[in-house]
Each structure stands twice: as C-alpha cells, then as structure tokens.
C-alpha cells in the first residue's frame, strides 16, 4: 500500500511544474527572437504558431487583446521579436509562450520605428497643409543640404543650370547616412537659415531604408519644420517616402525632380515673356486705335464745329427760368396784395371796440358774482360772524364754556366770554 502512494497522476505531475514554471522570474517575463511557421489566425482574434530556430522550437499564442495592438500582420517564414511569459498547458503539459509583445526582426523594427513617429508628428501636427510654406516662383538664392560628392548633387545642380542658371545654388555639405548623419543635416538646415536664401532642397539619392533613416529621425523632421526658409525634401528614389517628405512644404520623388520644381524652366519663362509681349503690343494697339477713332469722331462732331451752339441753348434755358421766376414773383405779390386788401376791410379793424366788449360783459358778470359772495354784504343785513381764534365757527359743538369769541358785525367786533352753551 504505502508503494502505491509513491506514485503521482499525471495532473500532478503537470501542476507541479506549472508551478515550477508560473513561480520563476526568469520565465515570467522572456525574450525570445526567431522565426514563425504553422502561423494561425482564430476567428476571435488569437494568434497559434510555432516560434523555432535552427535547431528548436516553442509553441507560441497571442491573445486578441495583445495582437490588436499590432501594426503588421504576422505570418509564416518572418522573423519576429517577442516577449511574454513561459508556463504549461495543463490539458496537453506541452510547455509554451504567452506573448504579450512583437516586433518585426532587422528592417522590419526600421518600419515600426517609421510608423510610430509618423503617427506621432501627425497627430501634434507637423503635417497639416496650414503650416505649408509656398514656394517662389523665381528664387535668386537656392540652398542644397546634401552630401557634396555623388548623384544627387550632380543632378540637382545640373538640373538647375539648365533650367535657369541665373539662380545662386549654396551648397551645405553633410552626412546623408550613418549614425551622425542626423545630427550633421540638423545643423546644416539652421545654418542655410543664416544665408537669406529664397529656397532650401534637402535629400539624397536612393538606398536602403537603413540608408535612408537619417531622413526619418525626429529631430530632422522638427528642423524643416521650424525652418523659415520654404524646403524641398528630394530623398531617394520615387517609391521611397521618409519623415522628410511628410514634413517639408513639398516632397519631390528624386533630386532631379527637386530641381525641376525649384526653378521654372528659361525657356518656357522666355517664350512666356515673348507671349505676354505680344499679347500686351496687341492691346496697347487696339486701344491706340479705340482712341483715334474716338478723336475723329469728337473732331467731326457737331457741337465741336458748332460750338456757339452750346451757348444759344444755355440762353434759351436761361429765358425760361427767369421767365418763370418773374412769374412765380409776381404771383406771390399779387397774393400779398389780396391778403392785404382783405385786412384793411375786415370787421375788427374797422370797429376795435367791438373786440374788446365781450371780454367787458364778461368782466361785469364775474363783478356781479364777487358780490352775491361778498360775507359784508350779508352782514349788512343783520347777520354775524363769531370766530374762534380767527376760525369762523360754524357749528355750536366746536365751542364750550370758558372759550373767549370774536362776534363780528358790519360795523364793529365784540368780544365775548361763552358762559353756557344751549343746543336747539
């Protein structure tokens, strides 16, 4: 019996080392780097493969809340980058990697690191058309920040000689690859600041996307943006497309093309020229003509070889506005005169007192009234006014006993003490 208790099932055994696995540090977080095969999408978005090398392998998943987070789409024969944890699968005790990050190993990380600053500088907003620059039409001075041996310099100055060779080129010599190559062109852009140029070209010729990197480093992207000169960015061949080209006012597909959208081409200027000359000969002749043809007729015209006539007109408009401004006068006097005549007859200035006797009888009635009112007048007929501290009392409850009175009469006032006051 206590042989049988020696032996473990298998669950056991795989718990165990699980949590062999689950508990060392060293495997809950490892990086790996190899190559994908037996690649597997789930339809909920997890991600089933194998990672191996030359000479092992380790089943790999990736959860869909790790692999949205993608920005490439894995898939067999890549060669990724990974980190995640260890640990075993209890149902098959088969031992695997969770991965919770991947990469794209060797060019595939230059991509990334292209896509992340991308989004980056486009979302602060280096990119937006309102920060674009146009560029002159015809620039004196052109700065080149380029490497000074090369394809690229000899197109863009060849290009520039033959299409207009009176423009000034300065030249700022730089590194276009390698690790000091962004440091190098930063500094060339603010120094072409200092030269008051019309226009700035900055590029290289083709290459690898390693080659081509300098032109996709952050602080080349924020040079051209802040640079006050409007730019070019020429890198590379047409297909290529760096930082540089997102950011400058405008991207050419090579250094040729930069030149050629730098400066406008001689010839094509001068037959512009000679078309404007001709154009501009045409209308000043036309109008030469317009106006010969407006002097003849002003020299044949009527008025011109009759000009006493202007005056006869004049004359005859002249009458007949003092004709009707005498007329107008004279109506206005005759008016007067009727208004005049009109007073002199009237009624109230023939008889004037007649004006003022209404107002008289008027006069008389209120006399007539002031006296029906008159309290002498009732006085004169036997009647008396007692008052009370100069108040005329009207009724015997304002008084009482001991009050001293004023008993006026028509001719005189007496005094009086009240001793008793009887009411009827």
Sequence with gaps: MEELNKYLSITALTRYLKYKFDSDDHLRNIYLKGEISNFKSHSRGHFYFTLK??????????????????????EDGMKVLVRGKVSIYEPTGNYQIYVEEMLEDGVGNLYIAFEQL???????????????????TIPKR????????????????????????????????????????HTNIVKQIKKAEEFNLDLLIIGRGGGSIEDLWPFNEEDVARAI???????????????????????????????????????PNMIDLINHIDNFKIRYNKVILNK??????????????????????????????????????????LNIIDKRKDTLIHLKDSYILNNPDKLFEKPKNNLTKYIEKLEVLNPM???KRGYTIVKKEDIAIDNIKKLKVNDNINIIFNKGIVKANIIEIKES
């Design 53 to 74: 090398d030359e000479t092992s392998r380790i089943s790999a998943i990736m959860f869909s809340s790790n692999t949205s987070k993608l920005i490439f789409k894995p």
């Design 118 to 136: 991308k989004a980056k500088l486009e979302k602060e907003g280096l990119f937006d058309v309102s920060h674009k620059k146009f560029l002159p």
């Design 142 to 181: 052109i700065g080149i920040v380029t490497a000074p041996t090369g394809a690229a310099i000899k197109d863009i100055l060849s290009t520039l000689k033959r299409r207009f060779p009176i423009s000034e080129t300065i030249l700022f010599p730089t590194l276009v690859q390698g690790d000091a190559a």
């Design 225 to 263: 943006y802040n640079c006050k000169i409007p730019t070019i960015s020429a890198v590379g061949h047409e297909v290529d497309f760096t930082i540089s080209d997102f950011v400058a006012d405008v991207r050419a597909a090579t250094p040729t093309g930069a030149a050629e959208i730098a400066v």
């Design 288 to 329: 030469i003509d317009s106006l010969k043809m407006l002097l003849h007729k002003l020299k044949d015209s009527y008025i011109l070889n009759n000009p006493i006539h202007i005056y006869e007109v004049k004359k005859q408009l002249l009458d007949n506005y003092i004709e009707k401004a005498n007329t107008l006068i």
């Design 377 to 379: 007048n009732t006085l």
